[in-house]
T-cell receptor, first 115, second 112 residues
Framework: GENVEQHPSTLSVQEGDSAVIKCTYS??????FPWYKQELGKGPQLIID?????GEKKDQRIAVTLNKTAKHFSLHITETQPEDSAVYFC??????????????FGRGTQLTVWP | DAGVTQSPTHLIKTRGQQVTLRCSPK?????VSWYQQALGQGPQFIFQ???????QRGNFPDRFSGHQFPNYSSELNVNALLLGDSALYLC???????????FGSGTRLTVV
């Protein structure tokens, strides 16, 4: 099955700085790569995603890049704010059709943004 | 528009007991997946239901079973609870022609 590795496990940045979280995956057939933000006591919230036919996607301060050849994808957060502090998970979806298919998650990155 | 609704939010059970967790998918979604999230870990796939059938199963024992109803809501049942079953159980729903999953806030199960 798919194996998703995520680094770093913890990341501390000063408010206003950028944060980058990196993930690698093993199954070249995986076709969808979401990023989730999970705050304490809550479920994962989708913040951005990218499909395998796209190399980069941006939504305001958040961007995701995908390198299919190297099988890695990254989350970039610019102008970080204290409310960005949370655990971030990357995931890869196996290719079994648009709705059927499991997500394989990384182990998470605890991001702390200091004011 | 209500998102994914899970109940109960918290639950304490004794080893050996059975538990049922419930999930109502987001409006318009027809596929429900269940995930187990241990403390400090990423969610692990348990199984997925579509058209009232289990379509795929992760590496979980038969003590874990589920059901999907005609209104797309779903239940997760765990029999013979073990201490190691203590975790956050997440329900995620999705819809045809849409790759993304919407997660609920989860049910925190503690087995003592």
């Amino acid at each position: 099955g798919e194996n998703v590795e995520q680094h770093p496990s913890t990341l501390s940045v000063q408010e206003g700085d950028s944060a980058v979280i990196k993930c690698t995956y093993s199954d070249s057939a995986s076709n969808y790569f979401p990023w989730y933000k999970q705050e304490l006591g809550k479920g994962p919230q989708l913040i951005i995603d990218i499909r395998s036919n796209v190399g980069e996607k941006k939504d305001q301060r958040i961007a995701v890049t995908l390198n299919k050849t190297a099988k890695h994808f990254s989350l970039h957060i610019t102008e970080t704010q204290p409310e960005d502090s949370a655990v971030y998970f990357c995931a890869a979806k196996e290719n079994r059709g648009s709705t059927l298919g499991r997500l394989y998650f990384g182990r998470g990155t605890q991001l702390t943004v200091w004011p | 528009d209500a998102g994914v609704t899970q109940s109960p939010t918290h639950l304490i059970k004794t080893r050996g007991q059975q538990v049922t967790l419930r999930c109502s998918p987001k409006s318009g979604h027809d596929t429900v997946s269940w995930y187990q999230q241990a403390l400090g870990q990423g969610p692990q796939f348990i199984f997925q239901y579509y058209e009232e059938e289990e379509r795929q199963r992760g590496n979980f024992p038969d003590r874990f079973s589920g059901h999907q109803f005609p209104n797309y809501s779903s239940e997760l049942n765990v029999n013979a609870l073990l201490l190691g079953d203590s975790a956050l159980y997440l329900c995620a729903s999705s819809a045809a022609e849409y790759y993304g999953y919407t997660f609920g806030s989860g049910t925190r199960l503690t087995v003592v």
